[in-house]
């Protein structure tokens, strides 16, 4: 049986989509900073670049982002806009034309949120219950999806949580072959690789899973797969294969075929932030503290940390209210100059 699977925890919710004991889907959602996919707004033309396709845009809270259009702009005039693409990869939002309210504000205003994470999974898997174990958070629901909602303890066992958890590793097991991520800002590469002797089946073997993997961690852009133990002259031959592991990716990836070094390259459409990217920020660590702090029942009510973690802080007012009102008691926040980036004491 399909489920949906709601942990909440102050300033973030861990979804999973579960059909018994395998995992189809994963999603992060942050309510005090959501990552704007499909929010619509009315924007100010800062500069035309019809030479890139588009043009820089401002937006209501100052951030700013890149309108593709074929229209020609003027600079300093309103249009509409959806977001098409999150801020990701150290890259700004990336937005499209969309029809102008009926009433156009004098600046730029956010008119309307795009659907959350929870409400894409639940639109992808329509019959599916929604467990969720914070009443906070099922009230933000919309109205349509109450029907849906089952209020549980604990939305996740320790097997889910274990692997939810081992998608934010570098590395995952592929049965025979084990796959190793390396994300950087132009593309992401997966090296293959195993102890064994690796040929031609034992890759195709692996596709399925690593296609599964892709899609849970939610690589996107261009990816570079180095297949283990299949000559050069031979790897292109497994690019069907490959093709047919991801026919059922719901972004719809396009296997480009070997490199003339050997390396599968395939690109998937960009949309919102990868799982490596959600964990790895500031946000993601601090937010990971707060629920650390929760789950051990630390009892300490001042947070030392460094510059980037406390920003991240109190850029989520949700998280830290949240977070006060599950413990009953407020946290103090100190910046200690001196800290790495990541660490943090309780006292």
């Given at each position: 049986?399909?489920?949906?699977?709601?942990?909440?925890?102050?300033?973030?919710?861990r979804?999973?989509?579960t059909?018994?004991?395998t995992?189809?889907?994963?999603?992060?959602?942050?309510?005090?900073?959501?990552?704007?996919l499909?929010?619509?707004?009315v924007?100010?033309?800062?500069?035309?670049?019809?030479?890139?396709?588009?043009a820089?845009v401002?937006?209501?809270?100052?951030?700013?982002?890149?309108?593709?259009?074929r229209?020609?702009?003027?600079?300093?005039?309103?249009?509409?806009?959806?977001?098409?693409?999150s801020?990701?990869?150290?890259?700004?939002?990336?937005?499209?034309?969309a029809?102008?309210?009926?009433?156009p504000?004098?600046?730029?205003?956010?008119?309307?949120r795009?659907?959350t994470?929870?409400?894409?999974?639940?639109?992808r898997?329509?019959?599916?219950?929604i467990?969720v174990?914070?009443?906070?958070?099922?009230?933000?629901?919309?109205?349509?999806?109450?029907?849906?909602?089952?209020?549980?303890?604990?939305?996740?066992d320790?097997?889910?949580?274990?692997?939810?958890?081992?998608?934010?590793s570098?590395?995952?097991?592929?049965?025979?072959?084990?796959?190793?991520?390396?994300?950087?800002?132009?593309?992401?590469?997966?090296?293959?690789?195993?102890?064994?002797?690796?040929?031609?089946?034992?890759?195709?073997?692996?596709?399925?899973?690593?296609?599964?993997?892709?899609?849970?961690?939610?690589?996107?852009?261009?990816?570079?797969?180095?297949?283990?133990?299949?000559?050069?002259?031979?790897?292109?031959?497994?690019?069907?294969?490959?093709?047919?592991?991801?026919?059922?990716d719901?972004l719809?990836?396009?296997?480009?075929?070997?490199?003339?070094?050997?390396?599968?390259?395939?690109?998937?459409p960009?949309?919102?932030?990868?799982?490596?990217?959600?964990?790895s920020?500031p946000q993601?660590?601090?937010?990971?503290?707060l629920?650390?702090?929760?789950r051990?029942?630390?009892?300490?009510?001042?947070?030392?940390?460094?510059?980037?973690l406390?920003?991240?802080l109190?850029?989520?007012?949700?998280?830290?209210?949240?977070?006060?009102?599950?413990?009953?008691?407020?946290?103090?926040?100190?910046?200690?100059?001196?800290?790495?980036?990541?660490?943090?004491?309780?006292?």
């Open positions: 049986m399909t489920e949906i699977r709601a942990a909440c925890s102050p300033g973030e919710v979804i999973a989509v059909d018994h004991d995992l189809l889907d994963v999603a992060l959602w942050r309510p005090g900073c959501p990552d704007g499909e929010d619509w707004h924007v100010r033309v800062q500069k035309a670049a019809p030479a890139l396709g588009g820089f401002l937006l209501e809270d100052g951030q700013s982002g890149f309108l593709s259009t229209d020609a702009l003027i600079e300093g005039a309103l249009t509409a806009a959806r977001v098409s693409r801020a990701q990869n150290g890259k700004g939002l990336r937005l499209r034309r029809d102008m309210p009926a009433e504000p004098s600046a730029p205003k956010l008119l309307e795009g659907p994470p929870l409400d894409e999974l639940a639109n898997y329509p019959d599916a219950p467990f174990d914070d009443a906070g958070i099922a009230a933000k629901l919309p109205v349509r999806l109450r029907p849906r909602l089952q209020r549980c303890q604990q939305a996740f320790g097997a889910l949580e274990a692997d939810f958890d081992n998608l934010g570098s590395e995952a097991d592929l049965g025979l072959l084990t796959a190793s991520f390396f994300p950087t800002p132009a593309l992401i590469a997966i090296d293959l690789d195993s102890t064994g002797a690796p040929d031609f089946k034992g890759n195709v073997a692996a596709f399925p899973e690593l296609a599964r993997q892709i899609r849970l961690r939610n690589l996107s852009g261009t990816i570079l797969v180095d297949p283990a133990g299949v000559k050069t002259r031979k790897r292109a031959a497994l690019a069907p294969f490959f093709r047919e592991a991801l026919s059922g719901p719809k990836p396009e296997v480009l075929g070997a490199t003339p070094s050997g390396l599968l390259e395939l690109t998937r960009r949309r919102r932030p990868p799982l490596h990217e959600l964990l920020s993601g660590q601090a937010l990971s503290i629920r650390t702090i929760l051990e029942e630390r009892t300490g009510q001042t947070l030392t940390t460094s510059i980037s406390i920003k991240a109190e850029s989520d007012p949700v998280a830290l209210a949240e977070f006060i009102s599950r413990r009953a008691r407020t946290l103090n926040l100190v910046l200690d100059p001196n800290a790495p980036p990541a660490s943090w004491s309780l006292s």
